[in-house]
């Protein structure tokens, strides 16, 4: 998956969609508050210094050290500040550009800076809006005309759900990537976390989609080539 792997497992972010194109990319991330407020100020520290290098105090609580009440407190503070930068799109946009943008440079032989500006971000406020959005970056690179169908596109989310549903045609519950928020099917009572679609609407509704003509959009997927 083009997300590291790292960031990925650290911020109690999960991944909806993601699509890598030739000088940008598209990302979709839901924040699980739930999920952040479930770890103890040992594990928010360990994911913490997972990616960054924490503080002398951080260290020494880690270590087991006997700490003042005072230095206690501090550690407190600190474990409630990095609790919510590892629920910030912000904090994990962040970490993401540096990795890649630190690949990039080594690659390339040079130093300096690589992103032109800040990324933007937009608000996902209902399912609508949510469904539109997936399909819209999971359908970037046949828009611009740099893949036919989904599954031959090379850096989207809609390529490994495909892949990974393929891996057993014969379930009943198509298989879904580990590393990407699942599907959960339609709304209802004790439903588990997920996206509120079944995975193969939502993939019918990318096909059908992108075989839409669009004036300011190049690329379709030709009515030529059967569904996936």
């Avoid at 911020?11 to 030739?22: G, R």
């Avoid at 003042?68 to 600190?78: K, P």
Wanted: with cysteine; net charge negative; charged share 25%.
């Amino acid at each position: 998956m083009w997300v590291s792997r790292e960031c990925a497992d650290v911020y109690a972010l999960d991944i909806c969609a993601y699509a890598v194109m030739s000088n940008h990319y598209h990302v979709v991330l839901h924040i699980n508050a739930e999920k952040a407020g479930s770890w103890t100020d040992t594990e928010v520290i360990e994911r913490w210094h997972t990616l960054y290098a924490g503080n002398f105090l951080s260290h020494q609580y880690l270590a087991g050290k006997d700490l003042y009440d005072e230095q206690l407190r501090v550690i407190a503070e600190r474990v409630e500040e990095w609790r919510d930068r590892l629920m910030s799109i912000s904090w994990f946009m962040r970490a993401l550009n540096e990795d890649i943008a630190r690949q990039a440079n080594a690659e390339d032989g040079c130093t300096g800076r690589f992103w032109e500006a800040r990324f933007k971000s937009q608000a996902l406020l209902d399912e609508t809006a949510l469904a539109t959005c997936l399909a819209y970056v999971d359908l970037n690179p046949i828009r611009a005309q740099m893949a036919a169908t989904p599954e031959t596109s090379k850096y989207t989310s809609a390529k490994q759900r495909i892949v990974t549903a393929q891996e057993d045609p014969k379930s009943t519950e198509p298989h879904q990537p580990t590393l990407l928020f699942p599907f959960a099917g339609y709304p209802r009572q004790d439903m588990p976390a997920g996206l509120p679609f079944r995975l193969q609407d939502y993939l019918e509704l990318v096909d059908w989609t992108g075989r839409q003509l669009k004036d300011d959009k190049r690329g379709s997927i030709d009515n030529g080539i059967p569904p996936s």
